[in-house]
């Protein structure tokens, strides 16, 4: 099945900073790459995307990457603030038996310092 | 996108007894799905919840422990089998929507502690 590799597991960064957070998968199958944000106490929620026939896209201050020839994909966080601080989780999605099943990755604590 | 709710949001349960959380989204899915999540842990998928069929479980869960219904296209059910410690935990609902399904929206999940 695929796996998903996410570091750092913590980030610390000034306010007004960037932030990278990168992820890696091991099923070259794998075709969508969605990010998510959970604040403490909070549902996941989906912050960007990405499909395997795209290199990039971004969305005001977040973009994310993919490399599929390295099986690896990036969120870049630019002019960081204190909101952003959250967990946020990187997964892979893959087609099984006629559905999609994601992986995610192990979650990375930003923490972004005023 | 979709919304959905969970309930209960949390309860505390004795070990042994079992307990059925819902999980209800406002528009119709092709896609509904369970999940794990231990406190500061990632998400775990549990199954798929299979509108007019069995659910599809992963590895490490069974039907026995895990039981799922999935009556129409806006609803499912986990039902969390005489449980033990081990299973105090988050559980989380979510819906696929999109072509494909794999665009994931989460219910607040439901906080379960069994003493």
């Known amino acids: 099945g695929e796996n998903v590799e996410q570091h750092p597991s913590t980030l610390s960064v000034q306010e007004g900073d960037s932030a990278v957070i990168k992820c890696t998968y091991s099923?070259?199958?794998?075709?969508?790459f969605p990010w998510y944000k959970q604040e403490l106490g909070k549902r996941p929620q989906l912050i960007i995307d990405?499909?395997?026939?795209?290199g990039e896209k971004k969305d005001q201050r977040i973009a994310v990457t993919l490399n599929k020839t390295a099986k690896h994909f990036s969120l870049h966080i630019t002019e960081t603030q204190p909101e952003d601080s959250a967990v946020y989780f990187c997964?892979?999605?893959?087609?099984?038996?006629?559905?999609?099943?994601?992986?995610f990755g192990t979650g990375t604590k930003l923490q972004v310092i005023p | 996108s979709a919304v959905i709710s969970q309930k209960p949001s949390r309860d505390i349960c004795q070990r042994g007894t079992s307990l059925t959380i819902q999980c209800q989204v406002d528009?119709?899915?092709?896609?509904m799905f369970w999940y794990r999540q231990q406190p500061g842990q990632s998400l775990t998928l549990i199954a798929t919840?299979?509108?007019?069929?069995?659910?599809?479980?992963e590895s490490g869960f069974v039907i026995d422990k895990f039981p799922i219904s999935r009556p129409n296209l806006t609803f499912s059910t986990l039902t969390v089998s005489n449980m033990s410690p081990e299973d105090s935990s988050i559980y989380l609902c979510?819906?696929?929507?999109?072509?494909?399904?794999?665009?994931?929206?989460f219910g607040p999940g439901t906080r379960l502690t069994v003493l």
């Open positions: 979510s819906a696929g929507t999109g072509t494909h399904g794999n665009e994931q929206f």
């Open positions: 099923d070259s199958a794998s075709n969508y």
């Open positions: 990405i499909r395997s026939n795209v």
């Open positions: 997964a892979a999605s893959l087609g099984v038996g006629g559905y999609q099943k994601v992986t």
């Open positions: 528009s119709q899915v092709t896609m």
């Open positions: 919840a299979n509108q007019g069929s069995e659910a599809t479980y």
